[in-house]
Structure formats: structure tokens, C-alpha cells
């Protein structure tokens, strides 16, 4: 169970076909053309794919960085979203950093897992406690169609309460 009670209605969102096609044509439209979606999302995993295309190749015949990123993000980025969602009171927030690692071509539908939603919660609720920013770096591992790693990617969160 994560620290939000509203985190159950934000995955209903996310989760449903309709609401997050609207979401991500209002907040996020190039994850919509690139045809980015939450496959599964819990406490503790968020799963997104995206799908090799045109709109989304490299002239290497693979997967362009930015794509990757973009899908990695979003398997993090939902979580954040997930443990902030209608808080009282309100958290802020924010991307402070991105790493990647590309250990094999991009090809195929891929898939990028985040399983630190512990992780998340737990500096949305220290910045609740304490009233300060926290900072959480959690990771996204892609993989291929047949399982082999593609992309690791970390990304450093940061967390405020709002000023009431």
C-alpha cells in the first residue's frame, strides 16, 4: 500500500485506455505519437513499452536515445505522479537528473521497468515529515522482445511540499 490513498484512482487513470490517450495528448503528445503505453503500475512497478517505428528510429536502424529516454521516464515519472496525486498537503515535483546506459541495439517493442515505488514514496512522505525537499534516484531497465537488456536509465526526483 503506498502512502497516498488517491494513488489507487491516479492508476485507474493511467491504466485506462481513454483517460491516459487524454492525458497524453494534453501533458505529453510525442509519447502519444511514439505510441508509448503503461502496460501494468502498482505501488511498487510501473511497466511502459514503445514500439520501434519510424517515428521513432534512428538513422542506425534502432531505437533514437531520445525515445528511450522518454519511455524510461514515464515508467518513473507515473510512480512520482502516482505519490503526489491530490496529497494534502500538495507535493511538488520535479526531474533533477538523467543517466543512461545502452548496452544493445533497440529494435522491437520494448519495455521499461521501474520497481522502486518504495522508494518514491518514501521521499514524498520524508518531504511531507520534514517540510524539506528530498531527493530520490531510481532506476528504469529496458528490454527487448526477447528479454535481453537494452537501456538502463536513472533518474534523480526531487520532492517539496508546497507553501500553504
Avoid at 497516498?4 to 502519444?32: I, Q
Avoid at 511502459?48 to 528510429?57: A, G
Avoid at 520497481?115 to 517540510?131: C, F, M, P, Y
Wanted: glycine share 6%; proline share 3%.
Amino acid at each position: 500500500m503506498s502512502g497516498n490513498p488517491n494513488a489507487d484512482s491516479f492508476r485507474k487513470l493511467v491504466l485506462g485506455r481513454l483517460t491516459f490517450t487524454a492525458f497524453l495528448l494534453k501533458d505529453l503528445p510525442l509519447a502519444f505519437i511514439a505510441g508509448i503505453r503503461v502496460r501494468e503500475m502498482t505501488d511498487e512497478k510501473t511497466v511502459v513499452t514503445i514500439p520501434y517505428k519510424w517515428l521513432t528510429k534512428n538513422p542506425f536502424r534502432s531505437m533514437y536515445f531520445a525515445c528511450l529516454s522518454m519511455a524510461a521516464e514515464l515508467s518513473t515519472g507515473v510512480t512520482c505522479r502516482a505519490a503526489v496525486y491530490k496529497r494534502d498537503p500538495s507535493v511538488t515535483t520535479l526531474v533533477l537528473g538523467i543517466e543512461g546506459e545502452f548496452t544493445k541495439k533497440a529494435v522491437g517493442l520494448l519495455t521499461f521497468t521501474c520497481r522502486e515505488g518504495h522508494l518514491i514514496n518514501d521521499a514524498v512522505q520524508r518531504s511531507i515529515d520534514t517540510g524539506d525537499a528530498q531527493t530520490v534516484k531510481v532506476k528504469s531497465v529496458g528490454t527487448d522482445q526477447q528479454g535481453d537488456e537494452v537501456a538502463t536509465f536513472y533518474f534523480t526526483w526531487s520532492f517539496k511540499q508546497r507553501s500553504k
